[in-house]
């Protein structure tokens, strides 16, 4: 997998989305500055990837499906 193509991934997410990068590192991971980091440069783990995209399919569902 390419880290770039990660990185698009997240962010077309946020732009279609509207959410903050700080926000949705928050919701993800726990952890406001992923985004910012990644946007510098920074890899993460394939565990990591898997669990992001799990989350942006989540929150890409309407309100009532997502509980």
């Keep these: ?8 991934e997240v962010e077309s997410f946020l732009a279609e989305t509207g959410m903050k990068p700080s926000g949705f590192g928050r919701k ?3 952890d406001p500055g992923f985004v910012f ?13 898997i669990k992001v995209r799990k989350v942006m399919a989540r929150l890409r569902q309407p309100k009532a499906v997502r509980q």
């Design 1 to 8: 997998m390419m880290m770039a193509e990660f990185k698009e």
């Design 28 to 30: 993800a991971l726990n």
């Design 37 to 49: 980091r990644l946007r510098e440069g920074a890899e993460c783990r394939v565990s990591t990837v």
